[in-house]
């Protein structure tokens, strides 16, 4: 089934379009480079008002991305920016209706005693906002936009972010280096080093040991770290080890052949006009922090605050630019995404996916390589510094590797960067080639590897699972939350679907429209018995729950063959026409999820199958210099993203198809919504007022939202799991030669969770990290004495006099730009005008 298998995402989402802009052109500063980024940042007293001028003066001498400027100087034209009141009112009321389909606020607003952050009332603060803006309380673009990110940051949700237009036109970097964080034995409390310094020592280059970091701008490094991981402006991560270890370098990114340097580097939001870090020698290094500029505007007309506004905010004008008129709806049908347009993008967006990800440059010899017996992947399809894989997808988002160390020989080592959103079919295929591999080899021990994995399609979560546990059924439950304009939508597209099936039983690209809108039809979720629903009352409910209200548990229907392949979407092992499954090498005990806590999306769904019916334990790197426990899957475990983009076509073509048919009733229901009505009528201003201004599909990851919650077994009170803190089964510190030699990690976890080479099991696991309540070895009734279960027997309670059969596991990841809400290959405007009489003519 196509709704939830293409889900794809890279999360946190918050900080896609600021990652992705920034990563792709950071500055390396050594030598000549060095040189040219300090002639650049040359200070020179720039007059009051005039910061603008001297920021497109600076740009303008620079021929080779990126081109940067003095982080003081650029943040003081963003400043200078005035605040349109009228503008900012309109993007919050565009902003809070689509917050409406935002699926676990009523939790936000007032969290479980075991979720480790702290809540936020989404409306209420955002309301407190606008009194502020109404009252003239905020006189800055730049503030209003930094104070609007932080509310929605306070969430901590990957899948919720708006890309502010102003706010994007600069990212900030820091050049005094990336910084690791590393255990000298593993068993004491880390220190943290520049990286550049410990590697440049490491490999031989300085015989100077590094010196650890003790201060950054005069404060404890670790309290600035800790405080700058859990700014409201990053978001994304609901655990605060995870915040933490996103501050720090990491050998690859998750994105295949490249690595990052954290985001202590890194900010959307102006971090000075110097960083200094002090050592432990009593040594310190101050440089000055630059802005990269982001906007795909022309800078040249950027003179002062207004022009400033003008480029990059004032919405109105940047649709003018593209032959778009905001008041005039006859223009805007081309900033809506309908089925067809929506395909080319996507088509679009997987070429550049796969493009950029096969630009691997060749690998340094840092690890040992696969064994002589196993085949290997083809010269050159390798992921930097890793060592060379048995098996490798084309877009390198999952390999396989065999360990060669002694006491290790029976060691496999699966890792999964992302669920791939470029290549899902070549995903299964090496997942399947990897296992064959295993079989033949007599691996019996496996480390999965999901550090820094934020998600992707969600088939490929499903498909891991199975490919391992191959007798047991995974179950996902999720809900949507229950409220008016889902109602609307629900009860239209769930007739619109059902007809043009029955009107066109036989017409695939009919039935690729149908597909398009099947996120919002009843009939393609199943309950727990695995029954579709007959109706969308049945469906709804509503569910009445101590926070908020749900529609009743809704659960994927891998079963449905016919819609997977109609659709274009993978069909998981063990199902439909794919059931020839061969047994897994590996039994529960002796696989090992490894973390550092940045696992999102639809990794949290594989972890969660692992952890509840397949029984696996999980190890969980790094996180704050303190004991205790940490969670293995700290990432956003919402069961599906959606995007406004898509949300608001919606919308549209249920107004503008229900008036087709006649159905005045519905057509008015849309606009009288305060949901929907805004959404209709104002959403092409909003679109313009991200990052991308309405360019291309960059446009569609500008602002997204959680549309589903995953829900847990058994849990009556249908509390998202977002919420559920989940220790791992052990914790444990990354060492020195854990930074550049990946398989030295490997070998280490192995060896901790399985006691391979006469090694005590979890002996070097931080105090207080083993047998927390909430691990798998650390809850009795949920490990079952390791026996993996197939929950799938599951009855909730009705709890509304309206539901209907309504349990089940609907679960699925995420989604970026690429595949992210479930949308499909379809008609353009014109055939649904057709597809309409037709119906109508019935």
Not at 216 to 242: C, H, I, K, R, W
Not at 270 to 294: C, H, K, L, M, P
Not at 568 to 592: A, K, L
Not at 616 to 636: D, E, F, I, L, N
Request: net charge negative.
């Amino acid at each position: 089934m196509r709704l939830l298998s293409t889900l794809v995402a890279i999360a946190p989402a918050s900080l896609v379009v600021a990652q992705t802009r920034t990563a792709t052109s950071s500055l390396e500063v050594t030598g000549t480079a060095r040189q040219t980024i300090s002639s650049l940042l040359t200070a020179t007293a720039v007059p009051t008002g005039e910061a603008c001028a001297a920021v497109s003066s600076v740009l303008a001498e620079q021929t080779e991305a990126p081109l940067i400027v003095a982080a003081s100087l650029a943040n003081e034209c963003a400043r200078s920016a005035p605040i349109d009141k009228a503008d900012a009112l309109r993007l919050i009321d565009g902003i809070v209706a689509a917050l409406e389909f935002q699926s676990d606020v009523g939790h936000l607003a007032s969290p479980p005693a075991e979720y480790p952050l702290a809540g936020v009332d989404l409306f209420a603060e955002i309301s407190q906002l606008r009194e502020q803006v109404g009252s003239d309380d905020i006189t800055s673009e730049i503030d209003f936009e930094s104070n609007f990110t932080a509310i929605l940051g306070k969430a901590q949700n990957g899948h919720l972010a708006f890309q502010f237009d102003g706010l994007s036109v600069f990212g900030y970097q820091r050049l005094v280096g990336s910084l690791i964080s590393v255990s000298e034995d593993g068993t004491s409390e880390p220190s943290i080093y520049v990286y550049e310094d410990f590697a440049a020592f490491q490999a031989g280059e300085s015989s100077e040991a590094p010196s650890a970091v003790t201060q950054v701008n005069g404060q404890d490094v670790a309290e600035f770290l800790t405080m700058q991981g859990q700014n409201v402006s990053y978001g994304g991560f609901q655990d605060p080890d995870a915040l933490y270890n996103q501050m720090f370098y990491v050998l690859n990114d998750g994105s295949g052949g490249s690595s990052s340097t954290g985001l202590f580097g890194f900010d959307r939001n102006y971090v000075g006009a110097e960083t200094t870090i002090s050592f432990a020698d009593g040594s310190s290094r101050t440089e000055q922090n630059v802005a990269i500029y982001n906007s795909p505007f022309d800078f040249s007309g950027l003179e002062d605050g207004r022009s400033f506004y003008n480029l990059y905010c004032n919405a109105t004008l940047k649709a003018a630019a593209q032959g778009y008129d905001l008041d005039d709806p006859d223009t805007l049908d081309g900033t809506r995404v309908d089925p067809v347009k929506k395909q080319q993008m996507l088509h679009q967006k997987r070429v550049q996916k796969r493009q950029e990800r096969r630009q691997v440059t060749e690998t340094r010899s840092l690890s040992p390589t696969a064994t002589e017996s196993a085949p290997v992947a083809p010269e050159g399809t390798q992921i930097l510094g890793y060592p060379t894989p048995v098996a490798i997808s084309d877009d390198l988002s999952i390999s396989g590797y065999f360990l060669e160390a002694e006491g290790f020989e029976d060691t496999a080592v699966l890792v999964l960067q992302q669920m791939s959103e470029a290549d899902p079919d070549g995903f299964q295929s090496t997942m399947t080639e990897f296992m064959n591999q295993c079989r033949q080899e007599g691996k019996t021990h496996l480390v999965l590897d999901v550090q820094g994995n934020p998600g992707g399609t969600i088939s490929l979560g499903y498909e891991v699972f199975k490919q391992l546990f191959p007798d047991i059924f995974p179950y996902g439950a999720g809900t949507l939350r229950a409220q008016e304009g889902l109602d609307i939508l629900g009860n239209y597209y769930t007739n619109y679907t059902a007809q043009l099936a029955e009107v066109y039983p036989d017409n695939v690209t009919l039935l690729q429209a149908n597909n398009y809108y099947a996120q919002y039809s009843a009939h393609s979720y199943a309950n727990s018995s695995g029954e579709l629903f007959n109706s969308w009352d049945q469906l709804y409910g509503p569910v009445d729950t101590p926070k908020d209200d749900f529609t009743n548990l809704i659960r994927w229907n891998i079963n449905d063959t016919d819609f997977n392949l109609a659709s274009g979407s993978i069909v998981i092992s063990g199902f439909g026409n794919n059931t020839e499954i061969q047994p897994s090498p590996f039994s529960s005990e002796n696989i090992i999820l490894l973390s550092d806590g940045r696992c999102s999306s639809t990794c949290t769904i594989l972890a969660h199958f692992l952890k509840w019916q397949g029984k696996v334990k999980s190890v969980a790197m790094g996180g704050r210099p303190q004991t205790g426990a940490m969670q293995a899957v700290g990432g956003v475990k919402g069961s599906q993203v959606y995007q406004y983009a898509l949300l608001a076509s919606d919308v549209y073509y249920a107004w503008q198809g229900s008036a087709l048919l006649g159905q005045t009733e519905i057509a008015t229901s849309i606009e009288e919504s305060s949901t929907l009505g805004p959404l209709l009528n104002d959403s092409t201003y909003i679109i313009f007022r991200g990052a991308s201004a309405g360019v291309g599909i960059e446009a569609l990851t500008d602002f997204t939202f959680n549309w589903q919650n995953n829900v847990a077994e058994g849990d009556s009170d249908y509390t998202p799991l977002q919420f559920v803190y989940e220790a791992a089964d052990c914790r444990l510190w990354y060492q020195p030669q854990h930074i550049n030699d990946v398989s030295t990690l490997w070998a280490t976890v192995a060896a901790q969770a399985f006691g391979l080479n006469d090694t005590d099991v979890f002996s070097l696991c931080v105090e207080g990290s083993t047998n927390a309540p909430s691990s798998l070895s650390g809850n009795e009734a949920l490990f079952n004495d390791g026996n993996p279960t197939n929950v799938t027997d599951f009855e909730p309670e009705q709890r509304s006099e309206s539901g209907g059969n309504g349990g089940g596991g609907g679960s699925g990841g995420s989604g970026d730009d690429d595949n992210a809400a479930g949308r499909f290959a379809a008609s353009s405007v014109a055939m649904m005008v057709a597809i309409a009489a037709a119906l109508f003519a019935l």
